[in-house]
T-cell receptor
Framework: TQLLEQSPQFLSIQEGENLTVYCNSSSVFSSLQWYRQEPGEGPVLLVTVVTGGEVKKLKRLTFQFGDARKDSSLHITAAQPGDTGLYLCAGAPTSGTYKYIFGTGTRLKVLA | SAVISQKPSRDICQRGTSLTIQCQVDSQVTMMFWYRQQPGQSLTLIATANQGSEATYESGFVIDKFPISRPNLTFSTLTVSNMSPEDSSIYLC????????????FGPGTRLTVL
């Protein structure tokens, strides 16, 4: 069974701080997605990474896919209260599949 | 992109009853999925809703407990049958395969509480 472990599970930081969330597995994924979910909403896709070693930036968010495509990280620079939410990574075991395995989640709270 | 609506948005139900959740998409999609998200936790895939045929269930989920229908490319229902408090959860519909994209879009979820 393929698992995606995220760390940390919970994170509470002050506005302006930087943070990194990790998504790790012993399995290889053809692609990996990061989502953010706010209370009462469904997850919203932030980014998809496909190539080992790939780095993508979305404003203050930097996403990296590990060289071996088994892990990924999300780095947020100068966090803001609007970044508060549940961050989920999701991996596709094979290319062309729409079925993703979701990570265990990281709940982030940014205090003003 | 795809706009997904779910009904009801939330419900409180008695043990032993059943609830049917509807998922409507504003465009035709290739794939529709149903997920469960227990409070504060990640998403677990229940099944893939197949148009015109029986849904494909993941390990640990069975048709008798979670019957699913998908009569066309824009609509699906999930029924939670013979409910118990352990079924209290958020149930999410998601779709993929809109306009050639493999992006997965999620509905707002249905928050179910079973007493």
């Amino acid at each position: 069974t393929q698992l995606l472990e995220q760390s940390p599970q919970f994170l509470s930081i002050q506005e302006g701080e930087n943070l990194t969330v990790y998504c790790n597995s012993s399995s290889v994924f053809s692609s990996l997605q990061w989502y953010r979910q706010e209370p009462g909403e469904g997850p919203v896709l932030l980014v998809t990474v496909v190539t080992g070693g790939e780095v993508k930036k979305l404003k203050r968010l930097t996403f990296q896919f590990g060289d071996a495509r088994k892990d990924s990280s999300l780095h947020i620079t100068a966090a803001q209260p609007g970044d508060t939410g549940l961050y989920l990574c999701a991996g596709a075991p094979t290319s062309g599949t729409y079925k993703y395995i979701f990570g265990t989640g990281t709940r982030l709270k940014v205090l003003a | 992109s795809a706009v997904i609506s779910q009904k009801p948005s939330r419900d409180i139900c008695q043990r032993g009853t059943s609830l049917t959740i509807q998922c409507q998409v504003d465009s035709q999609v290739t794939m529709m999925f149903w997920y469960r998200q227990q409070p504060g936790q990640s998403l677990t895939l229940i099944a893939t809703a197949n148009q015109g045929s029986e849904a494909t269930y993941e390990s640990g989920f069975v048709i008798d407990k979670f019957p699913i229908s998908r009569p066309n490319l824009t609509f699906s229902t999930l029924t939670v049958s013979n409910m118990s408090p352990e079924d209290s959860s958020i149930y999410l519909c998601s779709v993929a395969g809109t306009s050639g994209s493999d992006t997965q879009y999620f509905g707002p979820g249905t928050r179910l509480t079973v007493l």
